[in-house]
């Protein structure tokens, strides 16, 4: 039976987007491709119809959790006339951000294991966070784009670990006061 041109493009993105939330919840080593494809009533031999390998999938998980998280942002916003980067820090660093890994930034789940990724993954990973970090910034403050980027790069790195670290503790006032630091600094740096 042959299938429309479509259904295989559609299928691809299936398999992205369930890996892409798979692999923030689990981890990279923790999704094995038989247990994805499984989940999606797909075959584990259909995988290598999509894909020449799971590093091919991950970062194409990778570059697809940058758009849900630039898409979050967005919507966080959007709701927020003239406030829009108070929301989008208020946003990411939200108890519910913290306790939801599969919904959200793929870099607060998973830099330690992009880290261990080969080089050719990662040259990969840094294209895409390059053009993550330059859309982040338009929202910044900063007198040139020279500024408004590194702005960019110091609130996404600090956000990034200091959800990475409210995840890492099981004491949930612990974590609230993480999140609750960050936030009040970051606004005060960029939100003035």
Known sequence: ???PVEHKKDTHERIVKAAARQFRLSGKYGVPIAYLMSELNLTHGGFYRHFGSKEQLF?????????????????????HP??????????YLSLAHCANPADGCHMAALAS????????????IDAAL???????????????ETERIHNAMVLGSGMVGTVTLARATTDTGMRKDILEAAKKFYLGAFCR
């Open 1 to 3: 039976m042959r299938y």
């Open 59 to 79: 970062v194409e998980a990778f570059e697809i959790g940058l758009e849900e998280v630039r898409a979050r942002m967005k919507g966080a916003a959007d709701k």
């Open 82 to 91: 003239g406030k829009e980067l108070r929301a989008i820090i208020e946003d």
């Open 113 to 124: 294991e992009i880290g261990r990724c080969p080089k050719s993954v990662r040259s990969k």
């Open 130 to 144: 390059k053009h993550h970090i330059s859309e982040v910034a338009k929202r910044l403050p900063g007198a040139t």
